[in-house]
């Protein structure tokens, strides 16, 4: 039981740091989503007994199975999934502002952004300065402000 | 009393958080409302630091369940002393923030959120209570790294989400691992059984923790996606994640190294050091060679990082002090490094060197104060080699943080350049004076270091 519960971590989590390592984000997504899968599945297996429902009254003398795990899978699994909804909205946010979620699509939007800004600088202006906040006080490293 | 402090410091900013997230946070209104709420829990971390350091640990468990059963909150004063200048950092942000206005409905929630998580964590005195504190911090962190919602700060908070959950994940499974060879996941019992279980386990689930707080902190192989996280943010977020959620990592570090499984962190020394060593080079070579202010600040962090890691490595109650008085005063240089840059204005110049000073360690501003504590460290260990390593790192930073003084405001004002308004630039001068009065006047910092070594080592706090 022992070997096949970690040799089902062993490939979910494999299968998730493969997914992360990959150029299209929503698939990043899914990695993480199955790694923190694989952390689950690891809580429970780290207090894996069988016994009695920990349900009172107890039964004397019985042997009471381990109640704790089963609460700090769930808390982990609610922590996850919410972050999972989070990453999705990144991801979507990265969509509609970049039409891709291909990372490297997305970077070389982000260096074309940049060099159109450049172009569009004030000769006059110190390069060096150029992130000097036009819309409001308290602006620093917002190019796009400077549009 | 003092239970009833430690349990008002966590639930304060909790409940405001909660009442915040449904109020619209552009409204300064809504902005004031959200100072108030974090100024009590501010307080109360306070009030709380003073009883720990007059009579020792305050301790609860939660929901009045008996010892052992329910989750038990610890303030000591390792705790508190982390507590205070984060929630204090946040604070100072959120100030400037809502002096500026906020432009986004969920600012001041988040900001309230990163602030009850960072409470909560410090003052746990549970493993996976300090996971669920830790994802509850980190989480709002995601969210308010895209704070601006511009494209490329998107992708930093994407980036910076999908690694730091990376590190959330292997914490987990540390901690899942440290339950099951341990039986427990109270903090005292775990330290207590650790020295009994199998060594080869428990180094591996000592190597898990280091590897996960050190992606927090930024350490040298683990620094990747540090820099474009902080060159997307805005000033006040900026200032919030190095000089407040980076202290999870040095945190962490120490509870679960020094306190925690300190044989198996005696074990590590030399990698310890090593990586320590490498991050004080690599983060101060690169902010040399850069030139982007924010780009600078950001490699410096990485830096600053190896001094906390270096001080862990040396251990005992000299290195141990020096760890928490660098790790405090480099949460207070952050804060005000990356809001002054932030801001344009008269003597705003001079807040910015004062913050450069404490950077380089240059009495009397409190980051001479760090340096020293780290040189007397150093040189208790012995080493000749960390001395000096010590002292270039100490020289370079004196470069990189002159360098961004001189492109920044040494230059000509340009024009159409506005003059931040008045009480911002009151705010960053304020937060300047704090850096130099805690560097006129050490002894609070020298006692609150002293008492969280006395922590670690043993002793009563």
Known sequence: MILILSAVIAVVFGSGAFLILQRDLFRVVVGIVLISNAANLFIISAGLTRGEPPIYPLLEGATIADPLVQAMALTAIVISSSVAALLLSLVYRLYVAHDSVDIEDVSAAEVREAEALERDEDPGRDPEREEEPRGSPGDVGLREDTR | ?461
Request: with cysteine; glycine share 12%.
């Open chain 2, 1 to 461: 009393m003092e239970s009833t402090l430690l349990a008002l410091a966590v639930l304060i900013p909790w409940a405001s958080a909660a009442a915040l997230s449904l109020a619209d946070g552009r409204r300064p209104l809504v902005g004031w409302i959200s100072v108030a709420g974090l100024g009590a829990g501010f307080a109360c971390v306070l009030g709380l630091t003073f009883l720990v350091l007059r009579n020792g640990p305050v301790e609860t468990v939660a929901g009045g369940w008996p010892e052992g059963v329910g989750i038990t909150l610890r303030a000591d004063a390792l705790g508190v002393a982390f507590a205070v200048v984060s929630v204090g950092v946040i604070l100072v942000s959120l100030v400037y923030e809502v002096l500026g206005g906020v432009r986004s409905r969920t600012f001041p929630a988040l900001v309230a959120f990163v602030a009850a998580g960072l409470t909560g964590l410090f003052l746990t005195g549970d493993a996976f209570n300090f996971y669920v504190f830790f994802e509850i911090s980190m989480t709002a962190a995601y969210a308010l790294a895209g704070y601006r919602e511009k494209g490329y700060q998107v992708r930093a908070a994407f980036i910076f989400a999908v690694i730091n959950l990376l590190g959330s994940v292997i914490f987990l499974i540390a901690v899942a691992a440290l339950y099951h060879v341990t039986g427990s996941l109270d903090m005292e019992v775990i330290a207590e059984r650790a020295g009994r279980v199998r060594p080869g386990s428990i180094i591996s689930i000592a190597t898990a923790v280091f590897v996960a707080f050190s992606l927090k902190l930024g350490l040298f192989p683990f620094h990747f996606w540090l820099p474009a996280v902080y060159v997307g943010s805005h000033p006040p977020v900026a200032a919030i994640l190095s000089g407040a959620l980076a202290n999870i990592g040095g945190y962490g570090l120490l509870r679960f190294g020094a306190d925690v499984l300190p044989r198996e962190l005696e074990f590590g020394t030399a990698v310890v050091l090593v990586l320590g060593g490498a991050s004080i080079v690599y983060g101060a070579l690169q902010a040399v060679s850069r030139h982007e202010t924010v780009e600078v600040l950001a490699y410096s962090a990485i830096g600053q990082a190896g001094y906390i890691l270096v001080a862990i490595g040396i251990g005992g109650p000299v290195g141990y002090a020096a760890a928490v008085i660098y790790a405090v005063v480099n949460s207070m240089n952050k804060a005000l490094l990356f809001l002054a840059a932030g801001t344009r204005g008269p003597l705003i110049g001079a807040a910015f060197a004062v913050g450069a000073f404490s950077v380089v360690g240059v009495p009397p501003v409190a980051g001479f104060v760090g340096k020293l504590a780290m040189f007397r460290a150093s040189v208790e260990a012995g080493g000749v080699a960390l001395t000096a390593l010590i002292f270039v790192g100490g020289a370079l930073s004196f470069v990189y943080v002159f360098q961004v003084y001189q492109r920044v405001f040494w230059t000509p004002e340009q024009k159409g350049e506005k003059v931040s308004p008045p009480p911002i630039r009151a705010l960053v001068l304020l937060l300047a004076g704090l850096v130099l009065a805690a560097g006129l006047w050490p002894e609070p910092l020298l006692a609150l270091g002293e008492a969280a070594a006395r922590v670690l080592s043993g002793g009563p706090g």
